[in-house]
DNA sequence: ATATAGAATTGTAGCGCTACAAAAATTTGT
DNA sequence: ACAAATTTTTGTAGCGCTACAATTCTATAT
């Protein structure tokens, strides 16, 4: 900075508000100022910038993982939100609780001014942690019991209105595929729904199968035998996930069963392909990048304070396969 | 620090000792240090501690997007060699030249030791703000004009490599799919090794069709029908992904073609859809988490210094559709 | 019991920056 | 032209930590 700001005949000072307060310098001096800066390839060190000022301007988010697209729309919203505000955005990939602990164990040295979780089984020792830090926390996906606060649509709310949905176009015996490993909170509102649903309407509720992880084509196709296996004349399923959905139509064909006709099948998560797929997935939109969104908002103290979750929108995207 | 050090009975020099450096610190007194930290909630400072010592244990990565799950192998091997040498990845997403500008600005802020580039389109500054600030960067996918040094697989070799296995298999009318927009700079070799081998065999190399992205698979069924109009009797083709891959072997069979009977269809990139897909995708395995792995150790200085890109290797997967 | 090598612990100074208040320069009003 | 109000610029002190050297403690040999 010592240097710069010789080299621009003004005092260190006055180089350090060009970069963090650019309006309390006049326009002429904050140019001549900024060509020498980028002459010399300067970037001001953030490190000493936090230590001199006690606030940082990044926020950093950890992700369960980039395995699937799932997670795009919500960094999207997240970066979105953090860049309108003057914000940075930073991501930790962490596919365990412990990589979790550990990512916000550095999150924090780094002293970033929010973290941005993702629901899901946590360290048990996390939630402490953070709460000693002090450090502004939002759990995506969370509800009433989130660490810090939960941002979310109505999971429940969009579980019933696929199940009614499934109800009133007739179809009977439905199955409902539930997520027990990897990120399993994040699917544990929708089957108590389900059932909700489907006792109102005097339908069975117990076709429900449980799978570990709900990543891939593969567990689609599986599922589907499976379900065929434990009730043959099951004309509709839910399932975890677009990609799970995918799956399952694709065993359908391979086995001569129409989509829609013979079965409806429902997805969840509205990914892209859902939408290319033909037929087009029925699904629940979640509008993720609303979720980054308002987790942004949460963190930088600029949401309405009230009580329980954030509330973000979903939609029930009705289109061809169910 | 001061608390703990208070706390635990001994000096701030030695919790701090602790942290860095936890072998220099006998047992017993680290324990109860640690012990004292975990209650307190302390995690240490590393604005500070990079501040004073002038290093970081932190590698920072640009990626260009995590809409697709392409660079999930590639994260993986980065982390998981950053945290064999006790480092801590951090990543940053950015979609276009300038954010990755943006981003590569706030990494050096933050005085990381180390930041990993994604070949493809950069600001054109970037190479230069990079040298002048002296931090040690590594350019994935990249070459000989690499930005800090490439690590890459040797794509030239893997398309050629395919091409020839296609013309080995019979085939004639091989069209090619070349990327234009977004990642465009990672395709660039294989279309001349495409071009070498089939002018080497004798065939016609001007089966070539140019796509903006190559993301969905969308782009595969239009890729498809925009060959057959151009070729009625193309016996197979060359596409830019898996994904893309998988839209025109989908595409194929709405058409009644049958793949490989008909067409043969070759994607890029080993994704998990081409394991899925029936019929499996031949293609060309990057073994991409090596690529991450190489990088960190470029950043680290532990690779083997040589001129030009470090290696990785890559493998022809034989499957089912070509 | 004493000397000595080695391990463990501890002060001191300073890393690069910014908050804050004070000083200097500029603009405005009369 | 001069004073007052306003804008722009500038020292000073200190943020929390670690390198390094100096000091104290522990274990071993004689």
Redesign the interface.
Known sequence: MQDIAEAAGVSPMTVSNCFRYPDRVRAKTREAVMKVA?E??Y??????G??AAGTSR?I?AVLP?????S??RY?AGL?QAATAEGH??????AETPEEEF??V??L????VAGIALVAGPHAP?LR??L???GTAVVESWGGDKAIGRGVSYDVGAASRALTRHLIAQGRRRIGFVQVSGGGGHRYTMRLPAFRQEMFAAGLSDSLVLTVRAA????SGAQILNEFLALEPKLDAILCPTDVVAA?AV?ECQ?RGLEVPGDIAVAGWGDY??GR???PSLTTIAPFSDEIGQGAVSILLGDAPPSEGPLLTPYALEIRESA
Not at 43 to 48: G, L, Q, R
Not at 65 to 69: E, F, K, Q, T
Not at 108 to 111: E, H, K, M
């Open positions: 980028a010399l390839g970037v001001p060190n953030m490190s000493a936090l230590l990044v950093g993982s980039i395995r699937n697209s997670f795009y960094v970066r940075e955005l930073i991501t930790m990939i550990s990512a164990q550095t924090l040295g780094l002293r020792e402490q942690l709460e000693l830090s990543d891939g084509f593969g799956g694709f391979r892209d392909i290319q797929l033909s």
